[in-house]
Nanobody, 126 residues
Framework: QMHLAESGGGLVQAGNSLRLSCSITGRTFREIDVAWFRQAPGTEREFVAAISWPEDKNSYEESLRGRFTISGDYDKKTLDLQMDRLKPEDTAVYYC???????????????????WGQGTQVTVST
Protein backbone atom coordinates (compact mmCIF):
# COMPACT_ATOMS: atom_id res chain seq x y z
CA GLN A 1 0.00 0.00 0.00
CA MET A 2 1.17 3.50 -0.78
CA HIS A 3 1.51 6.16 1.86
CA LEU A 4 1.40 9.86 1.11
CA ALA A 5 2.35 12.78 3.29
CA GLU A 6 1.99 16.47 2.50
CA SER A 7 4.05 19.30 3.85
CA GLY A 8 4.56 22.99 3.24
CA GLY A 9 1.20 24.43 4.14
CA GLY A 10 0.81 27.50 6.24
CA LEU A 11 -0.51 31.02 6.54
CA VAL A 12 0.41 33.43 3.77
CA GLN A 13 -0.66 36.85 2.65
CA ALA A 14 -2.62 37.23 -0.56
CA GLY A 15 -0.33 37.69 -3.52
CA ASN A 16 2.47 35.63 -2.04
CA SER A 17 3.61 32.14 -2.95
CA LEU A 18 3.73 28.80 -1.28
CA ARG A 19 5.19 25.47 -2.29
CA LEU A 20 3.67 22.21 -1.15
CA SER A 21 5.41 18.87 -1.21
CA CYS A 22 4.19 15.32 -1.08
CA SER A 23 6.24 12.27 -0.26
CA ILE A 24 5.06 8.92 -1.58
CA THR A 25 6.36 5.80 0.12
CA GLY A 26 5.56 2.13 0.32
CA ARG A 27 4.28 0.12 -2.59
CA THR A 28 4.01 1.98 -5.84
CA PHE A 29 3.14 1.16 -9.40
CA ARG A 30 5.07 1.69 -12.57
CA GLU A 31 2.22 3.66 -14.10
CA ILE A 32 0.65 6.04 -11.64
CA ASP A 33 -1.38 9.21 -11.54
CA VAL A 34 -0.43 11.59 -8.75
CA ALA A 35 -2.55 14.61 -8.03
CA TRP A 36 -3.34 17.54 -5.83
CA PHE A 37 -6.85 18.17 -4.60
CA ARG A 38 -8.16 20.77 -2.22
CA GLN A 39 -11.18 21.13 -0.01
CA ALA A 40 -12.52 24.24 1.65
CA PRO A 41 -15.06 24.08 4.48
CA GLY A 42 -18.53 23.27 3.22
CA THR A 43 -17.33 22.35 -0.26
CA GLU A 44 -16.55 19.19 -2.13
CA ARG A 45 -13.00 18.15 -2.66
CA GLU A 46 -11.90 19.58 -5.98
CA PHE A 47 -9.22 18.72 -8.45
CA VAL A 48 -6.21 21.01 -8.66
CA ALA A 49 -3.61 19.35 -10.86
CA ALA A 50 -2.11 15.98 -11.63
CA ILE A 51 0.81 14.22 -13.24
CA SER A 52 0.75 10.90 -15.00
CA TRP A 53 3.96 8.96 -14.41
CA PRO A 54 6.21 7.93 -16.00
CA GLU A 55 4.94 9.83 -19.04
CA ASP A 56 5.10 13.05 -17.01
CA LYS A 57 1.96 14.45 -18.57
CA ASN A 58 0.23 17.23 -16.66
CA SER A 59 -3.38 18.18 -16.15
CA TYR A 60 -4.72 21.32 -14.50
CA GLU A 61 -7.98 22.69 -13.32
CA GLU A 62 -8.27 25.46 -15.86
CA SER A 63 -9.04 28.23 -13.41
CA LEU A 64 -5.73 27.53 -11.67
CA ARG A 65 -3.56 27.11 -14.71
CA GLY A 66 -0.85 29.74 -14.78
CA ARG A 67 -0.86 30.36 -11.04
CA PHE A 68 -0.30 26.80 -9.91
CA THR A 69 2.42 24.54 -11.23
CA ILE A 70 2.67 20.85 -10.54
CA SER A 71 5.96 19.03 -10.68
CA GLY A 72 7.46 15.86 -9.37
CA ASP A 73 10.25 13.37 -9.38
CA TYR A 74 9.22 9.91 -10.51
CA ASP A 75 12.37 8.26 -9.16
CA LYS A 76 12.22 9.95 -5.77
CA LYS A 77 8.43 9.70 -5.66
CA THR A 78 7.92 13.27 -4.64
CA LEU A 79 5.27 15.65 -5.83
CA ASP A 80 5.25 19.43 -5.54
CA LEU A 81 2.73 22.16 -6.07
CA GLN A 82 4.00 25.67 -6.60
CA MET A 83 1.27 28.17 -5.83
CA ASP A 84 1.80 31.75 -6.91
CA ARG A 85 -0.25 34.91 -6.52
CA LEU A 86 -2.35 33.25 -3.89
CA LYS A 87 -5.87 34.47 -3.27
CA PRO A 88 -8.07 34.15 -0.21
CA GLU A 89 -10.28 31.75 -2.14
CA ASP A 90 -7.32 29.39 -2.36
CA THR A 91 -7.70 28.75 1.35
CA ALA A 92 -8.30 25.04 1.80
CA VAL A 93 -6.85 21.80 2.97
CA TYR A 94 -4.63 20.52 0.20
CA TYR A 95 -4.29 16.80 -0.35
CA CYS A 96 -2.00 14.75 -2.49
CA UNK A 97 -3.41 11.59 -3.93
CA UNK A 98 -2.35 8.68 -6.08
CA UNK A 99 -3.82 5.89 -8.09
CA UNK A 100 -2.56 3.13 -10.29
CA UNK A 101 -3.10 4.14 -13.88
CA UNK A 102 -3.98 1.74 -16.65
CA UNK A 103 -4.97 4.37 -19.19
CA UNK A 104 -3.50 7.33 -21.00
CA UNK A 105 -5.98 9.88 -19.74
CA UNK A 106 -5.30 11.47 -16.37
CA UNK A 107 -8.17 11.21 -13.94
CA UNK A 108 -9.61 14.40 -12.46
CA UNK A 109 -12.14 12.49 -10.40
CA UNK A 110 -11.46 12.29 -6.66
CA UNK A 111 -13.15 8.92 -6.48
CA UNK A 112 -10.64 7.41 -8.88
CA UNK A 113 -7.83 8.01 -6.44
CA UNK A 114 -7.21 5.22 -4.00
CA UNK A 115 -4.44 6.65 -1.83
CA TRP A 116 -4.49 9.94 0.04
CA GLY A 117 -2.39 11.97 2.37
CA GLN A 118 -3.72 13.59 5.51
CA GLY A 119 -3.74 17.04 3.97
CA THR A 120 -2.00 20.29 4.75
CA GLN A 121 -3.77 23.53 5.57
CA VAL A 122 -3.21 26.54 3.36
CA THR A 123 -4.66 29.80 4.62
CA VAL A 124 -4.43 32.95 2.54
CA SER A 125 -5.11 36.18 4.36
CA THR A 126 -6.19 39.48 2.88
Amino acid sequence: QMHLAESGGGLVQAGNSLRLSCSITGRTFREIDVAWFRQAPGTEREFVAAISWPEDKNSYEESLRGRFTISGDYDKKTLDLQMDRLKPEDTAVYYCAARASMTIRISRNRYDYRYWGQGTQVTVST
